[in-house]
């Protein structure tokens, strides 16, 4: 079974930064076709995606709202997925949750519904 642990959120003042961690365990994601992906749920609102990685090629996809802010990476001998976030805004305060799917070939996915595993999340509050 496959857990994932998210850590690194907390308060932060707009345009600063953090960097959150998501450990996974129960498999090894390098010998399989894996798709990670960053969540994000704001308060009343829905889960979406914030980025995306491939975990074999390495690809990454991102929302138009974080792109040339937010960095995907994962460190295989680490089994773990970051993100790296610059210039925080407001309006990205939710809660984080980290996503992973086991895939038949090296892709990306970007729905929830295509997630098969989920960590419990971490909330990020950015104040103004």
């Known amino acids: 079974q496959v857990q994932l642990v998210e850590s690194g959120g907390g308060l932060v003042q707009a345009g600063g930064s953090l960097r959150l961690s998501c450990v996974a365990s129960g498999y090894t994601f390098a010998f399989g076709y894996w798709t990670m992906g960053w969540f994000r749920q704001p308060p009343g609102k829905e889960r979406e995606l914030v980025a995306g990685?491939?975990?074999?090629?390495?690809?990454?996809d991102y929302a138009d709202s974080v792109k040339g802010r937010f960095t995907i990476s994962r460190d295989s001998a680490k089994n773990t997925v970051y993100l790296e976030m610059n210039s925080l805004k407001p309006e990205d305060t939710a809660v984080y949750y980290c996503g992973a799917a086991r895939l038949d070939r090296d892709s990306l996915r970007r729905g929830t519904d295509d997630m098969d595993y989920w960590g419990k999340g971490t909330l990020i509050t950015v104040s103004s």
């Open positions: 990685i491939s975990w074999i090629g390495g690809r990454t």
